[in-house]
């Protein structure tokens, strides 16, 4: 399993939530330290927003 370096943690104020993503071959998806985990996607940015979504916070545009 490869976890992107460039890729920090999201943090939510709230100390039971900490997002990351992780690759599995082609594929990204989005972990919580809580036990979520998102859907496997092919783009990064997506399983970013997956995190975004899972912590409550608007998306961001970039």
Do not use: K
């Amino acid at each position: 399993m490869y976890q992107d370096p460039s890729d920090s943690p999201v943090h939510d104020p709230a100390p039971a939530h900490s997002t990351t993503t992780v690759e599995r071959g082609s594929f990204c998806l989005a972990r919580c330290t809580c036990g979520w985990s998102g859907a496997a996607r092919r783009s990064r940015d997506r399983a970013r927003t997956d995190a975004h979504e899972h912590l409550g916070a608007p998306e961001q545009q970039g």
